[in-house]
């Protein structure tokens, strides 16, 4: 079956099958950031934003997207570069694998909402699993990269 | 992940409803629960081009579409304001921002999953389900129906001006719930339901006219059954399920 959506800000056209994950979709147009981690919904590491909502593309048909905006990490790279940066500063990162994902939803979280409290961040940020680390180098890097307007933000809270 | 040979994205209930009628087609919601499986799938059906996915107020009642997400019904100001936070408190545990942007709330009502946050949180409110050919039943009947192959169409919730609290227990962040409790009041009038005892969620109505909080929990904890799993034994169910009621019904109390 046939698709039109638009992909990190380029309108395309594609065939797919009826079965096929959004996922393994945006991975053949050539979105590698975008990975299988648990594939049982609970990990994170397929996050991208469907209509510039986080959901899950290892969750999601591809058919689905039609008509729609899907944003993969690919698509936000200078926020991602950016961010990704206050994570290095505080030594967030081991293996990274998990980054990915997490980087798309610390974006999202940005947009969605305004000066977050920690309980805040850590309930958002809670579907996005990371098996190496403890996340308080992530959450040190969150606030910092939350903080680096002197707390401004563009989001508002919901 | 199942298979599937088509895929239609329906533009009416009757087609949907046709097309549900075939055993190896199916209705996809969220799909959170579903991909989980492996079987072949005929005909996966869409009914996200239908505008089944918004809440509705009125003066008596909200009107939930099949397609709404939980992220949805977590956000929504209406339902914030009329039932005292029990739909954030209930879907904010739920995996994850992404998982809930994802699952729907028909999908959620109608798997009658035994897990199941919403089914426990809609049962403890005057809650409806609008079925495309059985019309409207209580969710209470609906939730011990078998499953059959008509299209849950909308989830009515009505403002009848009861006051609810939530609470559930997670051996971790984000797992499914070892017990689930919601509890409502109007007046003497008390309802109360208990899911992930492990089975699905049942609800009770009390009258609790002269009893404390401590009562009522102790005869409402006293008429659920439970079970064991991995995630604890029966025995610790029932006492979870008896103080988190005398909880939530004392929360209730200082609010009256």
């Known amino acids: 079956m046939e698709i039109n959506l638009t992909l990190n800000g380029k309108k395309i056209k594609a065939q797919i099958r009826p079965d096929e994950l959004l996922l393994d979709f945006v991975r053949s147009q050539g979105c590698r950031s975008v ?18 909502k986080p959901v899950l593309s290892c969750s999601t048909l591809a058919a689905r997207a039609d008509g729609r905006t899907v944003t993969t990490l690919e698509g936000v790279a200078a926020e991602a570069e950016a961010f990704g940066a206050y994570l290095a500063e505080e030594g967030a990162e081991q293996c990274g694998f998990c980054s990915p994902g997490l980087i798309m939803n ?9 000066d977050p409290s920690e309980e805040e961040i850590k ?8 098996r190496c680390t403890g996340y308080m180098g992530q959450l040190r890097a969150i606030r910092n990269y939350l903080n680096r307007k002197g707390g401004e933000t563009d989001g508002e809270n919901r | 992940m199942f298979t599937a040979r088509e895929y239609v994205k329906v533009g009416s209930l009757e087609e949907a409803w046709e097309l549900n009628q075939k055993r190896t087609n199916v209705i996809a919601g969220g799909m959170l629960w579903l991909k989980m499986g492996n079987g072949q799938k005929g005909t996966v059906i869409d009914l996200s081009g239908l505008g089944l996915d918004q809440i509705q107020e009125t003066e008596e009642e909200f009107s939930v579409g099949c397609m709404c997400t939980l992220r949805q019904l977590e956000l929504d100001p209406g339902l914030e304001r009329a039932f005292g936070g029990i739909f954030r408190e209930s879907l904010r545990h739920i995996v994850g ?8 709330a028909g999908g959620s009502v109608y798997g009658r999953y035994g897990f199941s946050d919403v089914l426990t949180c809609l049962l ?14 209580p969710l209470e009947e609906f939730a011990k129906m078998p499953y059959t192959r008509d299209v849950l169409v909308r989830i009515i919730i009505r403002k009848d001006g009861r006051r609810a609290a939530y609470g559930s227990q997670r051996n971790t962040k984000t797992d499914f719930p070892l017990i689930a409790c919601a509890v409502s009041r109007k007046g003497d009038s008390w309802q109360i ?3 992930a005892r492990p089975k699905k969620a049942e609800r009770i109505c009390l009258d609790g006219a002269g009893k404390t909080a401590a009562e009522l929990a102790k005869e409402a904890a006293g008429r659920f059954a439970y079970g064991s799993n991995m995630r604890g034994s029966a025995e610790y169910r029932a006492h979870l399920a008896e103080v988190y009621i005398r909880r939530l019904a004392e929360k209730l109390e200082k609010e009256a």
Do not use: H, P
Not at chain 1, 37 to 43: D, L, V
Not at chain 1, 123 to 130: F, I, R, T, V
Not at chain 2, 97 to 104: E, I, L, M, S, Y
């Open chain 2, 124 to 137: 403890a409110l005057d809650t409806w389900v609008e079925l495309y050919k059985g019309g409207r039943i």
């Open chain 2, 97 to 104: 921002v992404q998982f809930r942007n994802c699952a729907t």
């Open chain 1, 106 to 114: 610390v974006l999202a979280m940005e947009r969605e909402l305004s």
């Open chain 1, 35 to 52: 990975k299988r981690g648990c594939e049982t919904a609970n990990c994170g590491l397929c996050t991208v934003w469907l209509d510039e």
């Open chain 1, 123 to 130: 309930e958002y940020l809670a579907g996005n699993l990371c």
């Open chain 2, 193 to 195: 339901s208990v899911g």
